[in-house]
Every structure is written in C-alpha cells, then in structure tokens.
C-alpha cells in the first residue's frame, strides 16, 4: 500500500475511533426572511451569490480531480521506471496512487463556506437565522 493510500486509511480509522466516543451532534438552520422589501431583494442577492459560491465549487472539485489525475499517472509512471530499472514486475496500476479522498475534502469545506457566507449575508439583510442542533448519533 503506498505511503499516502496508507495515511488516508490510518485517518478513517482514526476518525471511526474517535465517533464512537461520543455523541456527534448536527446543526441545521432554520431562516426566517425579512420583513421589509429591501430586505427580501438583498436576500434574493445572497441567494444568487450562494449559487454562484457552489458553482465555483463544482469547478474547484473538477480542476481538483483532473489534477488528482494527472498527479495519480505522473506518480504510477516513475513507479513503473523504478520497478523497470530494477528488474522488478510492475504490480500496481494508475489507480493505486489516486487519492479519492483528497478532492471530496476541499469540496465539502467549500461548501460549508458556502453555507456560512449564504447564512451571514442573510442576517446582515435583516433575516432570522435560527440554529437547531441535535445529536445524530451515540446519542443518550
């Protein structure tokens, strides 16, 4: 298993350790527009903002999984030229060195940006944001 494969799999191990502990808890927020006109048409500029955010998120994973790609296949050919050089049978493929977990990471911080901007530009618009949390999981 290579170096970064095996990283990846020591932190899922990692992370499943460390739920079971304890209760794991999510926020969702509940939004109440604006009362006045001029508070609903900014609010309506935040939405369009927020749409534009996770467009550029969509093409930050994209850009994100081409050069995962490419990185995958650069890092499998000098594989292939040190096994070659040393007489050795070439035993992994292209697949063996992507990282899949590597672009999924950054999208879903972009994403809770995102969110986070969409939710501050509402309340900065005379909007309600209500956040409820609830335990998900190893709750009591």
Do not use: W
Request: proline share 4%.
């Amino acid at each position: 298993m290579r170096k970064s494969g095996f990283l990846s799999f020591i932190n899922g191990v990692l992370l499943l350790l460390v739920a079971g502990c304890g209760p794991v808890y999510q926020t969702t927020y509940e939004l109440r527009p604006p009362e006045n006109h001029q508070g609903r048409v900014c609010s309506n500029q935040c939405s369009q903002t927020q749409q534009f955010c996770q467009q550029n998120c969509s093409s930050q994973i994209q850009m994100c999984e081409y050069n995962e790609r490419l990185r995958s296949e650069n890092e499998y050919y000098g594989y292939v030229e040190q096994q070659r050089a040393a007489n050795k049978k070439v035993v992994l493929t292209p697949e063996s060195f992507y990282d899949s977990f590597r672009c999924s990471r950054s999208t879903e911080t972009c994403q809770a940006q995102c969110e986070s901007s969409y939710r501050s530009c509402f309340a900065s618009c005379g909007g309600t944001v209500i956040p409820h949390t609830q335990c998900v999981a190893d709750c009591e």
